[in-house]
């Protein structure tokens, strides 16, 4: 079946502009994730949806970091006023509620230049 | 919070070598753990996952990894390596009941034909 999509695969911005990240976890899937690729940072955690409410959003950076999911579906995360330091993969991970497996998506490569 | 520690940076092999990855994790309760795989150019996959019973699992690719609660690790292991094994290999881990994973640092493994 398909697996968790992400769009655009790569993006590139100016400092201070705002970017949407896109999301399409697997059907069925309740619960969403965030995470963020860099070097010298290693995989970190975002943020956690469970349907279209997101208990843990304990790893999003700054304020700047914000996320939502609607219809229990697709999530978009956005990050306002980029910086360089925000340049990184940001991967959307989904998995059902109770089942501790999270299934990945390809990342969106994103530059701040 | 949990943290996991990857033994090993870089690790070269010749196709037919064994390969052993170490992971060890710090926290005290039940955990559940994986090994994920990143082959060039693609997207994070599972490659085997723990989460109670036997504590040798075997996973896709001839993998396999043992939990020694004792020791806090899961290292992965595969007797005979092929140059299709050329990747990044990443343990993970979340408590149980908390979805979120943390991840080691991530161990290249490079096979030689």
């Known amino acids: 079946g398909a697996g968790v999509s992400q769009s655009p695969s790569n993006k590139v911005t100016e400092k201070g502009k705002d970017v949407e990240l896109r999301c399409d976890p697997i059907s069925g899937h309740t619960a969403l994730y965030w995470y963020r690729q860099s070097l010298g940072q290693g995989l970190e955690f975002l943020i956690y949806f469970q349907g279209n409410s997101a208990p843990d959003k304990s790893g999003l950076p700054s304020d700047r970091f914000s996320a939502e999911r609607t219809g229990g579906s697709v999530s978009t995360l956005t990050i306002q006023r980029t910086q360089q330091e925000d340049s990184a993969v940001y991967l959307c991970a989904s998995g059902y509620r109770g089942e501790e497996t999270q299934y990945f998506g390809p990342g969106t490569r994103l530059l701040v230049l | 919070a949990q943290s996991v520690s990857q033994h090993n940076h870089h690790v070269i092999l010749s196709e037919a070598a064994s390969l052993e990855l170490g992971c060890n994790y710090s926290y005290g309760g039940t955990v559940n753990l994986f090994w994920y795989v990143q082959y060039p150019g693609q997207h994070l996959q599972l490659l085997l996952k723990y989460f109670s019973g036997d504590p040798l699992v075997k996973g896709i690719k001839g993998f396999e990894a043992e939990f020694i609660k004792s020791k806090f690790s899961f290292n992965l292991r595969k007797p005979s390596v092929q140059w299709s094994d050329t990747a990044e290999y990443f343990c993970?881990?979340?408590?149980?009941?908390?979805?979120?994973?943390?991840f080691g640092a991530g161990t290249t493994v490079t096979v030689r034909a």
């Open positions: 993970a881990v979340n408590a149980l009941g908390d979805y979120k994973l943390s």
